[in-house]
């Protein structure tokens, strides 16, 4: 089945700087990535997406890149701010299979 | 919002009792999932449907249960089999591609006293 590897596991930053955050992906056949976002005692939303046919997608201050040779998909965050701190969750998903979720990076954005 | 309600938010179970979580959806989802989700454990697969009859083990299916028998709805019963069973429980659903964004309910916390 699909294994996800998710980095960093925590990320500190300062209000203003980049976030990145690195997932890795096994299954070939994958060609879905999604990443959610979840604040304390919420349920995961979804904030962005990128499908196999697309190299990189922005969304104002999010950003995701696709490497399928590699095999890995980024998540970047630009001008951070205090309401941007949360547990991220990147996914891939086959279509053949399920959803299969990293470990989450909990993102810390301090004033 | 979102078109998926899970109940109840909090649920208190003794040890040996076997306990059903509720998970409805009314977005017309072929796909529904169940997660677990402990510190630094991200979510872990439990069981997943893709259709009304028809469910496969996750992950982590070791002392859970499902029945699928509407499309709407995807109980999952955590039974006494389950030697951990305290943990954050998060049902999701989906379409199958290309729409495939999971929407999830708001979550069942269940804790074992």
């Known amino acids: 089945g699909e294994n996800v590897e998710q980095h960093p596991s925590t990320l500190s930053v300062q209000e203003g700087d980049s976030a990145v955050i690195k997932c890795t992906y096994s299954?070939?056949?994958?060609?879905?990535f999604p990443w959610y976002k979840q604040e304390l005692g919420k349920r995961p939303q979804l904030i962005i997406d990128?499908?196999?046919?697309?190299g990189e997608k922005k969304d104002q201050r999010i950003a995701v890149t696709l490497n399928k040779t590699a095999k890995h998909f980024s998540l970047h965050i630009t001008e951070t701010q205090p309401e941007d701190s949360a547990v991220y969750f990147c996914?891939?998903?086959?279509?053949?299979?399920?959803?299969?979720f990293g470990k989450g990076t909990m993102l810390l954005v301090s004033p | 919002d979102g078109g998926i309600t899970q109940s109840p938010k909090y649920l208190f179970r003794k040890e040996g009792q076997n306990v059903t979580l509720s998970c409805e959806q009314n977005?017309?989802?072929?796909?529904m999932y169940w997660y677990r989700q402990d510190p630094g454990q991200g979510l872990r697969l439990i069981y997943y449907s893709q259709i009304v009859n028809d469910f496969q083990k996750g992950d982590i299916a070791e002392g859970y249960s499902v029945s699928r028998e509407k499309k709407e709805s995807f109980p999952l019963t955590v039974t006494s089999a389950q030697k951990n069973p305290t943990a954050f429980y998060l049902c999701?659903?989906?379409?199958?591609?290309?729409?495939?964004?999971?929407?999830f309910g708001q979550g069942t916390r269940l804790t074992v006293v």
């Open positions: 977005l017309n989802h072929d796909a």
């Open positions: 990128i499908r196999s046919n697309v």
């Open positions: 996914a891939a998903f086959s279509g053949y299979s399920t959803l299969t």
């Open positions: 299954d070939s056949a994958s060609n879905y």
């Open positions: 999701a659903s989906s379409q199958d591609l290309p729409t495939a964004e999971a929407f």
